[in-house]
DNA sequence: TTGTACGCGTTATCAA
DNA sequence: TTGATAACGCGTACAA
């Protein structure tokens, strides 16, 4: 690897002149330029990443913590992040969090230890303050995402949950429906308590009353989902119409209702939430509440390089959710 | 951010003691190197990663080029690479490749520019000799996953395809059928060639014979298996399986069975490739030809961690596939 | 067992 | 417009 030293020395110019070029820092005369962007091809010279870290302070690259980068929810959102940092000549450097405060931690230690410019973190097991701690206090600007942290508001970027609830809840109640169950996700997650606020604002504007029995909390994951919709059928067996908080826990729900012998969507409607891929498949496929997630990436992306270079880049920070007809809603015929 | 100089102060002894204790490269005596640690703690000192790059010529980040991260395929891969980077201390750092060559070239060049320690390169775009040429003269050491070069053989993570082509045919035959047809990836892969050459091996030693009027090629997605098997049903609507190259292809193909009023699996029995998250969703759930892209991913990293420290972890480098017994795929009586 | 001093490759400051 | 030179922070011979 040719260092600056030996295209200086081929191009019969100080090093300097030659990082000049590189950078455009400063006008440099054109035959010199010339002279020195030749010595670059004939060497295949490219700049040490380190010692140019170490110059500048800065390394180039983004540190992004999600839960499991492998998941088709995070991986929609972390692909929004990687075309916004592509488009920007940054580079991604990516570790999950599992969900667990511990791990979020070393992660964002990790990524912090590696001298990232910045970092978009979605963490889940993390407390406000440590947040709060690490956007305040933390060495590099820090963007959150899924996580609407009041105090620190401008650097997150959000679903509107409560909002998308109560769209969930309303679709159904315009198809009829009344006696509407809801899954909900971990209710000490901010996510799952604001979609069930919404579920309930519109049950109650609607005047078709909020009763708890309705409601089983569950895990967000196909196998909690399943679960809970045996126990709504035993214990409000009269329902018409299911909302869960999000797609995974539908799907688990729809193959506990198949096997009660209750059809989709012909004796209970059902409703998810996030519209991952997995919604276009499923069986009827699934009526679901959007969230777009890799929009949301590109905003958390930009909202950082406005953190990083300074620039008014439009961000929407509250992204509103979006309801996608398919089959698994019908109509109540009385 | 405290620096070696200043933890060297505070614990009064010189700058190279306290590198000394960090790295364990040479004893320290038990005093000084307690003395050096509160000094550490109390400063909150984090070494410098530019600065030690610099000096080590070591970056501590791997890095991962693969056709697009946020898909559930290539998700899972990338799984089990990053497993084996945490447990290594090791870092990744991420870069679409789009299958393009152009784009997986700039993506290489990037990560490699970034200095990472090592590679792992799933390429679809570029070309045999590109690839022997990076393994053979590139900057860092790089581990292939996907692709078969025998040049290179020993860098190579890949599956048994042939065999998995094979396997699959011959669970079709075992049922009773014998009219199998075959929708396949794009022929300029091997992966999909080879499937097809597994497929037509077994064919031809039950006796089956191959007909080529029953294999059409396609393009590893939805849509194109959903045309492909449109075709498939004009030309040889005698069919009783079909096996296809991926489980993208066979998601299609099911919907376009049914919109023809086949049913899966009473009319036409269905096989998949690859097992990714989706076949547990359709309906029916689909029996598929397994890939373990996790252990797969792990087995790309220790490979390459073998390269990287020269010790000499067992690594698999050729998976066998597994089959799955789902619901898609019914015996024949006659 | 510990300290001194240099080199790693770049950018930035200052002077010419 | 260009060149010398001093950081940047660490690891590591070499010396003590």
Not at 60 to 75: D, K, L, M, R
Not at 135 to 160: K, N, Q, S, T
Not at 256 to 267: A, K, S, Y
């Amino acid at each position: 690897m040719a260092t600056i030293r030996e295209v200086s020395r081929l191009a019969r110019v100080s090093p300097a002149t030659v990082s000049r070029v590189l950078n455009g820092t400063t006008p440099v005369a054109p035959p010199t330029r010339e002279r020195v962007l030749q010595a670059v091809a004939a060497l295949d010279y490219t700049p040490n990443a380190f010692a140019r870290g170490l110059a500048t302070n800065r390394s180039g690259g983004i540190g992004v913590t999600v839960n499991e980068v492998s998941s088709p929810y995070f991986g929609a959102f972390v692909f929004g992040v990687e075309q916004v940092a592509r488009e920007n000549g940054l580079h991604l450097m990516v570790s999950s969090g599992f969900a667990d405060a511990q791990s979020e931690r070393t992660s964002i230690d990790f990524l912090l230890s590696r001298r990232c410019d910045g970092l978009v973190v979605q963490a889940e097991g993390l407390a406000d303050e440590d947040l709060i701690d690490l956007v305040r206090r933390g060495p590099a600007p820090v963007v959150l995402f899924g996580r609407a942290v009041a105090e620190i508001e401008d650097v997150c970027v959000v679903m509107r949950n409560e909002r998308g609830g109560a769209m969930a809840a309303e679709y159904l109640l315009a198809h009829g429906h009344r006696r509407i169950a809801h899954v909900t996700g971990p209710l000490s997650f901010p996510d799952a308590r604001e979609r069930l606020q919404g579920y309930r604002r519109a049950l109650e504007a609607a005047g078709a009353g909020y009763d708890e029995r309705y409601v089983v909390e569950s895990d967000f994951r196909e196998e909690g989902g399943a679960r809970a919709t045996a126990r709504l059928l035993e214990r409000v067996p009269d329902l018409t119409a299911i909302f869960y908080g999000n797609d995974q826990m539908a799907a688990g729900g729809m193959r506990t209702l198949r096997e009660h012998g209750r059809d989709v969507p012909g004796d209970v409607s059902v409703i998810g939430f996030d519209d991952v891929f997995l919604a276009r498949y499923l069986t009827p496929t699934l009526t679901t509440v959007r969230q777009p997630l890799i929009d949301m990436g590109r905003a958390a992306a930009h909202l950082l390089l406005n953190r990083l270079d300074h620039k008014r880049r439009e961000v929407v920070h509250r992204f509103d959710p979006e309801l996608v007809e398919r089959q698994s809603v019908a109509r109540i015929v009385r």
